[in-house]
C-alpha cells in the first residue's frame, strides 16, 4: 500500500502532553447526524474495556448482574439501530470483556457479555479481543474466553477468517463499497501482551505475521490489540509473567514498525485514568489510538469511538478519517482533542480501493444520494 503521509487537520489547542509533536484534531463537532446520508461515508465502531459493565462487584442490588449493564447494552442496540443509518461495517471490542476471569463455574460475567454482544450476531462482522482480565496472567487458562467468543462463535459466518492455534487470536474480513471502487479491510483482533515472535508461524506473534502477509495485498489491515500505548501516548514496557509475552514496546519493535507500510489504524484500550481515557502515537504515519472510559461514573457510561471514513472530506488531500467519541447512553459527545480528531488520507493511493463493476449513482465524493 502507499505510503503517503496523512495530512492533519488541526482545530483545537494540543493539550500539554502532545506538544511534543503534531496532534490530529477536527472540524467543529455539530454530531454524526451531519453526516448521515452522505453516499461516500462508512464507519467502524471501536469498543473499549467493557469490564465494569459486567463486573459483579457493582452488582448493588444483588440481583445478579451488575447496575452497569445497561450501558454495554445501550451500546448494541445503539450499533444495531443506526447501523443502516450511519453505514456502519464492523465493530471491534478492544478487549478486557470481563472483569473477574471466573475460572469456578458459573461464569455469569461472561454470559452477560456473551448475551450483549450476542446482539450483534447475523447483524454485522465483529470480534473482540483477549484482554488481560480475559485470560490469567499465566495463559493457562483462558477457557471462557475461547468458550465464549473463541472460534466457534464465529464459524458459521462468512466473514469470520480463522483463529491461532489457541484460540486467543482471530481476524475478520469485511468490504464496503465507495465511490473510488470496492475498499477491502481485514481487522485482526490480537490478544494481550502478543506471545512468542513473527519468525514462527506457530506462534501467536508469527500467525499474525502470517495473516498479514496473506491479506495485505488486496485488504486493509486494521489491528485491534488491548493494549499499546498509554494516556501519555507512550508504548508500555511492563511484564505481567505471561508464557512468551510481548510487552507493548516489543509489539511495536517487532510487528508494526516492520509492516508500517500495510497497516492503516491500530485501536487498543486497557489504560486508564479517572479523567484521561484517550491518546494517539504514530507508527510511521499510522495512527495508533487509545480510547478506554472504564474509570469514568458507571464503568464508563457507555462512550464508544465512531470512526468515519470520509471520501471527499478532505481539504488539501482527498479524504478524511473522523474520529468521534460518543456515548449512546448519555447522548453526548467528548469534544477534546484526545477524542475528537481527524486526519487527511488519499483513499485512491493508501487504502487500495478495487475496481467494481457495478455502477454508482452520485459521483464522487460527499453527495447527497
Not at 496472567?137 to 491461532?164: D, I, K, L
Not at 480528531?341 to 453527495?367: H, V
Amino acid at each position: 500500500m502507499a505510503t503517503m503521509a496523512p495530512r492533519l487537520r488541526p482545530s483545537h489547542p494540543p493539550p500539554m502532553k502532545y506538544l511534543s509533536r503534531i496532534l490530529l484534531s477536527t472540524l467543529a463537532l455539530v454530531g454524526v447526524e451531519v453526516s448521515v446520508g452522505f453516499a461516500d461515508t462508512w464507519r467502524i465502531i471501536v469498543l473499549p474495556d467493557t469490564q465494569n459493565y459486567v463486573n459483579l462487584d457493582n452488582d448493588f442490588d444483588m440481583n445478579g448482574t451488575s447496575d452497569y449493564l445497561h450501558h454495554f447494552q445501550t451500546q448494541i442496540d445503539w450499533i444495531v439501530a443506526n447501523k443502516d443509518a450511519l453505514n456502519i461495517i464492523f465493530v471491534s471490542h478492544c478487549g478486557d470483556i470481563v472483569e473477574h476471569v471466573e475460572v469456578v463455574p458459573p461464569a455469569l460475567e461472561w454470559m452477560d457479555a456473551d448475551q450483549v454482544m450476542s446482539g450483534l450476531d447475523g447483524i454485522l462482522p465483529y470480534g473482540a479481543v483477549a484482554g488481560n482480565h480475559d485470560i490469567l496472567n499465566t495463559g493457562v487458562f483462558p477457557f471462557n474466553y475461547v468458550t465464549f467468543f473463541g472460534p466457534a462463535r464465529y464459524a458459521s459466518y462468512p466473514w469470520y477468517g480463522g483463529a491461532s492455534t489457541n484460540g486467543l487470536n482471530h481476524y475478520q474480513k469485511f468490504q464496503v463499497r465507495g465511490s473510488y471502487g470496492l475498499y477491502r479491510f481485514t481487522n485482526i483482533s490480537m490478544q494481550w501482551q502478543l506471545p512468542g515472535n513473527v519468525n514462527d508461524p506457530s506462534t501467536p506473534m508469527g500467525w499474525v505475521q502470517r495473516v498479514i502477509d496473506r491479506e495485505s495485498p488486496l485488504s486493509n489491515i486494521l489491528l485491534t490489540t488491548h493494549a499499546t500505548i498509554d494516556v501519555n501516548g507512550q508504548f508500555g514496557s511492563e511484564t505481567f509473567g505471561l508464557v512468551d509475552e510481548n510487552t507493548p514496546e516489543e509489539v511495536r519493535d517487532e510487528l508494526l514498525r516492520p509492516n508500517r507500510r500495510a497497516l492503516d489504524l491500530v485501536f487498543s484500550a486497557h489504560y486508564h485514568l479517572p479523567t484521561d481515557g484517550a491518546a494517539l502515537n504514530f507508527i510511521g504515519n499510522r495512527p495508533v489510538m487509545l480510547s478506554n472510559y472504564q474509570d469514568f461514573p458507571e464503568g464508563g457510561t457507555g462512550y464508544l469511538r465512531i470512526v468515519e471514513f470520509i471520501e471527499g472530506g478532505g481539504m488539501t488531500s482527498p479524504d478524511l478519517i473522523q474520529i468521534r467519541t460518543y456515548s449512546p447512553s448519555l447522548d453526548q459527545y467528548l469534544l477534546d482533542a484526545d477524542n475528537e480528531f481527524s486526519f487527511e488520507m488519499d483513499f485512491a493511493s493508501s487504502l487500495n480501493p478495487q475496481p467494481d463493476p457495478t455502477p454508482i449513482g452520485g459521483g464522487r465524493g460527499i453527495t447527497k444520494p
